[in-house]
Every structure is written in structure tokens, then in C-alpha cells.
């Protein structure tokens, strides 16, 4: 069961409150900065510090490089410009 | 597999239809620039597997510092970079072109010091917009802001000794006949922005006197806004070929990739008059071939491309839109009213330094003033573009075609709504970002272009207010 775009939206890290990524086949959260990662168990972000697993460097080269070859996704732009618009380029 | 980026977007609102644009450093700063680097380097890869990159930016404050940052960046996900520097976003679209390699140009084109900003382009000067790659360069800069921990890295790349002015000033050049050309007094009003490298190098080798208004490159842009389309930021360059007697006056905005032209008597060119004249130079050279112009183009536009010879083509407002249609028809040539020209000899890319010496070979072989060249081209009486704001804009726009298509008006719906009565005819578009409606009239005259613009607002009235 993935996160929805307006859950990921308003998820932020409890310690540092900056952005995550999210690996849905994982099943986790993961704070690149602080290297701690978060599982997510039902569908339900458990976002608990106490709860939080500090990864090591070769997960922590695993989580980075399978970003290189992932496709990111996300919620995009949430209000697109006219995709015509050329008067204020 | 997918990887999402949950929390804090704060690239997302930065990232427009076509390109970026922020302010520095609320909005914009090196290390976002560093992720978008990445973000770029990334989706590169991805898209065509490109493993070298060219950067430049314009003369804005911030574009060194940012530029230096994008770059490593780009460098950190293993991609070389060639570091142009100082250069026009018609200049990194050549040199994308010429190395065959995708393009960053860092630059706000003409807005307010206080902003920067990026265009994009894959190999070949081919577009990044919207639909075309340019969310996936958000979402993998995203992921990597969300990793930055510490400061960012100086980029390895180092100035590139390659003379890109040179080559680029050639290149322009290569369109016309030099030996056609007569010493025409030419004013260019550069605004302080990248024109006052590039018009410079170009007129090097064309045998006209170059009067250079405001050409020292001033990120701060101490004399006016680097926007030729409001008719106050003309005012200067007017006066100076008034006092001057100068045949043609030139204006670029801040990243010279669109430039406007001026009469002797100091009365500016709409892009649709431009377009027309390019066109016939163009079949000239190119007999029978496609022309395009957009929908808001005047209707003398098609009317010259058919006396030439040429196929003439309608296509939505946008560079996209104009770039795809290029790509699928052929085209040796388009133009837009907003000010971009773009030329299938110039990897099918937009630049207002062709268009412009395009216009000045014409005007050398005419042996007229442009005042008199202009007129063939300029059949009708338009209104300018009214925005006009409403509740549901698409709802308006319903409403409004169905009036008129029940009033024997020949309705299209390619971009927005057009109406054509054969003396006059209307485009109406909307705007997605704001609940606004832009509507453009062209007539036989003023007068009848006046009242059809009261009449088309009427109804939009009307039908808002039924909404």
C-alpha cells in the first residue's frame, strides 16, 4: 500500500523537519541527511524517532545510488503554467 | 521501482511552464542550483543518454555563482561540463547544436534583478518544457536537495577557450549576403544585458555603423528593464534615432534571445510585420517551402507566405509547440508576435539577431526606409493582446464559441478559441496559472477593430456572469 501524493506532501523528518524519500517497494522513509530511515507499516508512516533504524555507509551508497537509476516520481508542479505561454519567457 | 520525495518542495514553485525562474536567493539559491544541476545531468542521461552537458549564464548578478553551482552539480552525477560562461540563450542553443550535447543557460531573460533562472534544451537545441522532461528535472533535483548536507563543491570544469562569439557571429552572419548590404546607421538599445556582447561580434563583420545603446552588461539594469515588449522600456532607443536620423533601431531583452525592431521614424514593428518580412526572405531563398506562424500571428502573415509561394502553417502559441511543428513539417522558418523567430539552419531554435539582420539585408535591397518597407506587410488593424479576468475561463470560452458559431463564424479550437468572419477575426485564450482570458482582434481598420473588440468583451461579460 504506496503513500499518496498529498501525504507525501506534508511528511517531513520529525528531528530536522526536511524532506525524505520515500521507496515504496521498501516499505520505508529515508532521511539522507541524518542517514535514519523509517518504516512504513500499513500504510501509516511511523515517524517515531525511537523507532528510527541508523543505517550504515553501504546502505546508506545503496540508498543513494538506486536514485541514480530510479525513476523519480512525485506530485509535479501543482499548478502548471499555460504550456503556451511565450509573451513573458 | 519509483523513488518519491516526501515533504518540503521548495523548487516546486520556481519550476514554470518552460524553464525556471525564481528569486535569488529566497527562491533560488546555489544549492538548489547544485540539485537542479544533478536533476538535469540526470534526466540527460536518462533521455538520451548524454554524458556531457554546456552550461552558460547571462550577466545577472547571481549567474556566475549559480552557473559555478549548477555545474558541479552536474558534475557530481558524472557528467562533464563545457563551461561557456557569459553568453545569449540563442548563443548556448548554438553551441548545443554544434556539440550535439544538452544545454543549461542560467538566466531570467528579462525580469527584475532580483531573479534567475534556467532554460533547458536536449541535443541539437531539441526543447525541454512542461511536457517534455522538465518535471523529471524537478523531481531529481529535488532528490538531491533532500541529500545535500554541508556546502556544495566548486565545479572541476573551467572556462571553456573555445571562441563561441566568433563562431556564433559567423554562424549569424551566414544568413545573409554581405555583399547585398549597404552602411545603414543601426541603433541597438541592448539594455544592459547579453546583446552587448553578442550584437557587437555580429556587426563586426557587416558593414554598418553600430550605435550601441546601454551595452555594458549590468545585472542590476541601472537604465531600463531589459523588456522590449512595454513601449516605455523603447522610449530611449526612439529618441536616439530621432536625434540621430539613424535608418533602424534594434532592441533585445536581458538574454538577447528576441529582438524587436524600430523604424526611422521611431515607430516599432509588431512580431507578426517581422515575421512577414522574414518569411519572404526566406522563400526567396527557399522557394515552395513551409512557413509557420501562431494563431495569434495577423492574418497578413499566411496571406505573404501564399504570395511567395510558400506552405503556410498554423500552430499554437508556444516554443514547444513551434519547435514540434518544425521538426514534423520541415519548416525553413517560424515566427510568433511575441518576438521569437526560429530557423530550421539554426537547429530549429529562436534567435532575434538572425531575425534582425534577416531584416536589415531586406531593407539594404529594398532601397527604402523601413517605414515604407513595413507597409506591404501591414494589412490590418489589431487590438494587442486584453487580458480581462473571469470565474471559469473555460466555461467563457464555451459559451462564446457557441454565439458565434450559431452567427456563421468559421470556429477552431487549436489554441484556445478562434473566430474568423473574413474582415475580422478573434482568438481568445486562457491563462492556467491565473483565472485570466487573453483575447486578440484583428479588423479591416481601427474603428471596426474598436467595436469588434467591445462586442467580443460584451459576451465575455455576459457569459461570466451567467457562470
Redesign the interface.
Known sequence: MSLDAFLLSILVDPQDKGPLWYFADEEMLYNPRSRRRYAVRDGIPVLLLAEAVEVDDAEAARLTARLSSAVVTGTGPEEPAQPGETCDR | ?????????PL??I?????VRGLVPDELDERGSFAIGAGFA?FARAAEAARRIVVAHDMRISGADLAAAFAAGAES?RTEVVFIGLASTDLLYYASGVLGAPGAMLTA?HNPPEYNGMKFCLAGARPV???TGL??V???A??T?????GGIPAPRAQRDGRDWFGEFADHVRSFVDISSLVPLRVVADTANGMGGLVVPAVFAGLPFHLDLLYGELDGTFPHHPANP?EPENLKDLRARILATGADVGLAFDGDAD?AFLVDELGEPLSGSTTTAIVAQVMLADHPGETVLHNVICSKAVPEVIAECGGVAVRT??????IKARMAETGAVFAG?H?G?YYFRDNFGADSGIIAAVIVLEALCRAKVPLSQLRRPFERYSDSG?LNSRVGDTSAVIDAVARHYASHGGAVDRL?GLTVDFGDWWFNL?????EPFLRLNVEAADARSCAARVDEVRRLVRQADGAG
Not at chain 2, 519550476?15 to 524553464?19: G, L
Not at chain 2, 485564450?429 to 496559472?433: D, E, L
Open positions: 521501482m519509483s523513488v518519491a520525495v516526501a515533504g518540503p518542495a516546486r514553485t519550476f514554470k511552464a518552460y524553464d540526470r552525477e531573460s518544457g512542461e511536457e518535471g523529471e524537478l523531481r531529481g529535488e532528490v536537495l533532500a541529500g545535500l548536507r515588449l528576441r499554437r502559441v508556444g516554443h514547444s509547440f510568433e511575441s521569437h493582446e489554441d485564450r486562457s491563462s492556467n496559472t
